[in-house]
T-cell receptor, first 115, second 111 residues
Framework: GAVVSQHPSWVICKSGTSVKIECRSL??????MFWYRQFPKQSLMLMATSNEGSKATYEQGVEKDKFLINHASLTLSTLTVTSAHPEDSSFYICSANPYSTDTQYFGPGTRLTVL | GEDVEQSLFLSVREGDSSVINCTYTDSSSTYLYWYKQEPGAGLQLLTY?????DMKQDQRLTVLLNKKDKHLSLRIADTQTGDSAIYFC???????????FGQGTTLQVKP
């Protein structure tokens, strides 16, 4: 149980385009999902907390208009990187709490490369 | 705010035990976690311990928690080459419920 999927697993795009990454909880409902960014050989940096049915809460220094988050259902959150630039290239990982627990289960990650 | 520290690298021989250490600063952290990350993959939850416990064992994994010293360790018995990965310690923030991660410990297992 507690499986989280992400789609796509990798994406290459041109500078200036937008990219949408999906995070799904497959066998549980999640009122809260989290989006992280990970640079090579570094730890995870929390970008935002995605709340079902309400606005996401962004961490300090993360641009809301750059990284759009939508949590439209109890099993799906999306992260859209708008007008992507090479510095946005990174590994993006989502996680979700099964309903009423504190434990976070992570997706497999999405490798974004912006040319 | 909460800070979590780990050593960056550990090398062991196959069959030996591995001990990965972690310290944290928020004494009111409710849960403490160990995650494993293999190259190019997401994080796999290995185990977690509630803050009122001292020890938790799950097959080859033993977690020890010294709450007084705010020290957490993960012991892997009979370490295998498949255990080679990065291991992250994480503490739940008592205020926000968010996870605060350590820098990750790279475990290298030599045949």
């Amino acid at each position: 149980g507690a499986v989280v999927s992400q789609h796509p697993s990798w994406v290459i795009c041109k500078s200036g385009t937008s990219v949408k990454i999906e995070c799904r909880s497959l066998d549980f409902q999640a009122t809260t999902m989290f989006w992280y960014r990970q640079f090579p050989k570094q730890s995870l940096m929390l970008m935002a907390t995605s709340n079902e049915g309400s606005k996401a809460t962004y961490e300090q220094g993360v641009e809301k208009d750059k990284f759009l988050i939508n949590h439209a259902s109890l099993t799906l959150s999306t992260l859209t990187v708008t007008s992507a630039h090479p510095e946005d290239s990174s590994f993006y990982i989502c996680s979700a709490n099964p309903y009423s627990t504190d434990t976070q289960y992570f997706g497999p990650g999405t490798r974004l490369t912006v040319l | 705010g909460e800070d979590v520290e780990q050593s960056l690298f550990l090398s062991v021989r196959e069959g030996d035990s591995s001990v990965i250490n972690c310290t944290y600063t928020d004494s009111s952290s409710t849960y403490l976690y160990w995650y494993k990350q293999e190259p190019g993959a997401g994080l796999q939850l290995l185990t977690y311990i509630f803050s009122n416990m001292d020890m938790k064992q799950d097959q080859r994994l033993t977690v020890l928690l010294n709450k007084k010293d705010k020290h957490l360790s993960l012991r892997i018995a009979d370490t295998q080459t498949g255990d080679s990965a990065i291991y992250f310690c994480a503490a739940s923030s008592s205020n926000t419920g968010k996870l605060i991660f350590g820098q990750g410990t790279t475990l290298q297992v030599k045949p």
